[in-house]
């Protein structure tokens, strides 16, 4: 693994300057391998965020009308996202398309897709998603938020493990074999 890029200092003053495009590219590539990597720990992920700035995290539908309600702040929640993350799905490398780099605010915005697969059932399903990652001066990440663009559905805080399918299914109980009707009906179930 190659080192962190340094943030380059300036001869005026003590603060830093500003960090190259390409500075904040191979940061976010980086975090976004470790990311796929389903085999990456939670807590090594956490070594991507700041532990010198407050940090953020938000993964939300685009449909929401409240986004500020899923904004999660420090190491704590960061560390539940991917804990949660870890314990019931697995994930495919992120798929990077119309990216834009502000070095001056630290920002990486880009659209991307993702798919998640459950862990328990083997159902998947594709995120469609823009990302925007704020760094702070060692090139930590301060703020992460994923807006889902794709249906509510498919949304990961959304997300459900059960089959959207209304077809009749075959269960078989034993000797006997049972039919089950699964169905939705505005608050009402039939099984």
Not at 28 to 50: G, I
Not at 148 to 156: D, E, I, Q, R, V
Not at 160 to 175: N, W
Request: glycine share 2%; with cysteine.
């Amino acid at each position: 693994m190659y080192p962190a890029p340094q943030p380059r200092m300036t001869s005026l003053n003590s603060f830093p300057a500003p960090p190259t495009r390409e500075q904040l590219l191979v940061v976010t590539d980086r975090y976004l391998a470790a990311f796929a990597n389903n085999k990456t720990h939670p807590l090594f992920l956490l070594t991507f965020f700041s532990t010198i700035s407050p940090v953020t995290i938000q993964h939300y539908p685009s449909t929401s009308t409240h986004p500020q309600a899923s904004l999660l702040r420090g190491p704590n929640a960061v560390r539940s996202y991917f804990d949660l993350l870890a314990t019931h799905w697995t994930r495919t490398a992120v798929h990077k398309r119309a990216i834009d780099v502000d070095p001056f605010t630290r920002t990486v915005v880009f659209e991307g897709s993702i798919t998640w697969k459950w862990k328990k059932s083997g159902r998947s399903w594709v995120e469609d998603f823009t990302c925007t990652i704020a760094f702070d001066e060692l090139l930590k990440i301060v703020s992460y938020a994923v807006r889902t663009n794709s249906p509510l559905k498919t949304c990961l805080m959304r997300a459900k493990d059960i089959d959207d399918d209304p077809v009749p299914r075959m269960l078989s109980a034993g000797k006997e074999t049972v039919r089950v009707l699964v169905c939705r009906v505005p608050a009402f179930s039939c099984i």
